[in-house]
């Protein structure tokens, strides 16, 4: 079993920046995949990012992409989402997520195996 505990979320204004955190813990390997993702209300869930665990190459959705940048630290086992030049349209549940059979990076939601709890961003026009 993988656990993933994200933090970090709250209100800010736009054009502010935040830092979301995950934590994972449990059954961990090199090769996966950690993905953000993000769910407004009476819409779906839709990618944000994602990092390969082992090499760390990335992919962004298109909406996201020069304003939010994904790492991982590979000691202390946690991936970030730093949010930059936020948009009152970036305001969601963001989740993060491990993909552990697939060896590229993908984007459906459906594919990840793993899944926190959800932290709300909330921006502030």
């Known amino acids: 079993q993988v656990q993933l505990v994200e933090s970090g979320g709250g209100l800010v204004q736009a054009g502010g920046s935040l830092r979301l955190s995950c934590a994972v813990s449990?059954?961990?390997?090199?090769?996966?995949?950690m993905g953000w993702f993000r769910q407004a209300p009476g819409k779906e869930r839709e990618f944000v990012a994602a990092?390969?665990?082992?090499?760390?190459?990335?992919s962004y959705a298109d909406s996201v992409k020069g304003r939010f940048a994904i790492s991982r630290d590979v000691v202390k086992n946690m991936v970030y989402l730093q949010m930059n030049s936020l948009k009152p349209e970036d305001t969601a549940v963001y989740y993060c997520?491990?993909?552990?059979?697939?060896?590229?990076?993908?984007?459906?939601?459906?594919?990840?195996?793993?899944w926190g709890q959800g932290t709300q961003v909330t921006v502030s026009s």
């Open positions: 449990g059954r961990t390997f090199s090769s996966y995949t």
């Open positions: 997520a491990a993909d552990y059979n697939t060896r590229t990076i993908v984007v459906a939601p459906s594919l990840y195996d793993y």
């Open positions: 990092i390969r665990w082992s090499g760390g190459s990335t």
